[in-house]
C-alpha cells in the first residue's frame, strides 16, 4: 500500500468516526495498519481501532487490537490504551492480561495471580437492561468491576450481582460530603442467585426499620424501604445528585420493602424481627 492510499484511508476512516460508524472505522483503521503497523501515528490508529470494537461490544476484538495499542503506548503514565485493554481483558477473564493493564496504567494492584478482587472504594454504576435504566451503588473490586449493593427494582437485575463499568464517569453522587462517580455499565459479568421479593412491614419506629435493614445485612442479604428510591430525568441523572438532600428520613408505620434473599431465609429473618415489639409484615412475593 503505498502511503498516499494509506492516507486516504486514514481520512476516511477519521470521517467515519465522526459519523460514529465503528464499523467502518475500525476496518479502514485495520486495512492501513496491516501496512504500516510502526509508523509514528500508529499507535493513535491501533488504539482508535481497539476503541470502536469496545463500543461494538466486540470483545474479542477489543482485546486482540487493545494489545497492539498498549503496547505501543507508555507505561505508568495514566495511558489510556492500557485502560480499555484491561477492561476488555476483565471481560474475557484473562486475568494475566488484565492484571498487566492495570499496573501498565500505573494502577496499584492487590499482590496475587488471576481474578483480582480487592476494595477500590465505592461508586455507582447505570444498569442498563435495554431500556430501563437504574443507578445503584456498588463496591469497586478492581477497576472496572463491582458488587451490587442495592436491590434493584428494574426487573431481572439483581442484589449482589457483578458488572463491569466503563471508566469515563457519566454522573456523580455525593453522600455524607464525599462524591463519587456514576459509570455506565458495560457487562453483566456475573448474575446473582438471591431473588428479589417485596413485603408489606408495618413498625412502631424509624429504628424498627432500620433493625430489619440490619438484620438483612448481616447475612449479606439486602433489605430497602421504597422511600429509598428516587425517580430521575436521564439529564438529572447524568448530573449530580446530593443523596443528602434526596434521602428520605426511615420512618414508622406502614411500608413497602425491598428484600434480597431466598424466601424462606427472608421468612425466618422477617418472623424473628417481628417477634421483638411492634412490628408486624406480611404479603411477602416475588417482586416480578
Known amino acids: 500500500m503505498e502511503e498516499a492510499e494509506a492516507?486516504?484511508?486514514?481520512?476516511?476512516?477519521?470521517e467515519a468516526w465522526e459519523r460514529?460508524?465503528?464499523?467502518?472505522?475500525?476496518?479502514?483503521?485495520?486495512?492501513?495498519?496491516?501496512?504500516?503497523?510502526d509508523e509514528e501515528p500508529s499507535a493513535a490508529w491501533w488504539y482508535d481501532a481497539a476503541l470502536a470494537h469496545k463500543f461494538l461490544r466486540d470483545w474479542d476484538k477489543a482485546l486482540q487490537l487493545g494489545r497492539e495499542a498498549a503496547a505501543r503506548a507508555p507505561r505508568g503514565e495514566g495511558d489510556p490504551a492500557y485502560w480499555n485493554l484491561g477492561i476488555a481483558a476483565t471481560i474475557r477473564r484473562d486475568w494475566a492480561t488484565a492484571r498487566d493493564a492495570w499496573q501498565g496504567f500505573g494502577v496499584q494492584l492487590p499482590e496475587g495471580d488471576g481474578q483480582i478482587d480487592g476494595d477500590f472504594g465505592p461508586a455507582c454504576v447505570r444498569?442498563?437492561?435495554?431500556?430501563?435504566?437504574?443507578?445503584?451503588?456498588?463496591?469497586?473490586?478492581?477497576?472496572?468491576?463491582?458488587?451490587?449493593?442495592?436491590?434493584?427494582?428494574?426487573?431481572?437485575?439483581?442484589?449482589?450481582?457483578?458488572?463491569?463499568?466503563?471508566?469515563?464517569?457519566?454522573?456523580e453522587r455525593t453522600f455524607g460530603g464525599g462524591t463519587v462517580p456514576v459509570f455506565d455499565e458495560l457487562?453483566?459479568?456475573?448474575?446473582?442467585?438471591?431473588p428479589t421479593l417485596h413485603v408489606t412491614v408495618d413498625a412502631s419506629s424509624?429504628?424498627?426499620?432500620?433493625?430489619?435493614?440490619?438484620?438483612?445485612a448481616a447475612q449479606d442479604f439486602g433489605a430497602e424501604p421504597a422511600s429509598?428510591?428516587?425517580?430521575?430525568c436521564a439529564c438529572c441523572?447524568?448530573?449530580?445528585?446530593?443523596?443528602?438532600?434526596?434521602?428520605?428520613?426511615t420512618h414508622a408505620g406502614t411500608q413497602q420493602i425491598w428484600l434480597a434473599a431466598p424466601e424462606p431465609a427472608a421468612r425466618e429473618l422477617l418472623d424473628a424481627w417481628a417477634g421483638e415489639g411492634r412490628r408486624s409484615w406480611g404479603g411477602l412475593k416475588p417482586a416480578h
Open 187 to 194: 457487562v453483566l459479568l456475573e448474575t446473582s442467585e438471591l
Open 127 to 171: 444498569l442498563d437492561t435495554g431500556g430501563e435504566q437504574e443507578v445503584v451503588w456498588v463496591r469497586r473490586l478492581c477497576p472496572t468491576r463491582g458488587r451490587v449493593l442495592n436491590v434493584p427494582v428494574t426487573k431481572g437485575r439483581r442484589f449482589g450481582e457483578i458488572v463491569v463499568h466503563d471508566g469515563v464517569p457519566n454522573g
Open 20 to 37: 460514529e460508524e465503528w464499523r467502518a472505522a475500525a476496518e479502514l483503521y485495520e486495512r492501513v495498519l496491516a501496512h504500516y503497523p
Open 228 to 232: 429509598g428510591f428516587h425517580n430521575l
Open 206 to 216: 424509624a429504628e424498627d426499620v432500620d433493625a430489619l435493614v440490619e438484620a438483612f
Open 237 to 249: 441523572s447524568e448530573g449530580t445528585v446530593d443523596y443528602d438532600e434526596k434521602a428520605t428520613p
Open 7 to 14: 492516507g486516504r484511508l486514514v481520512e476516511r476512516a477519521q
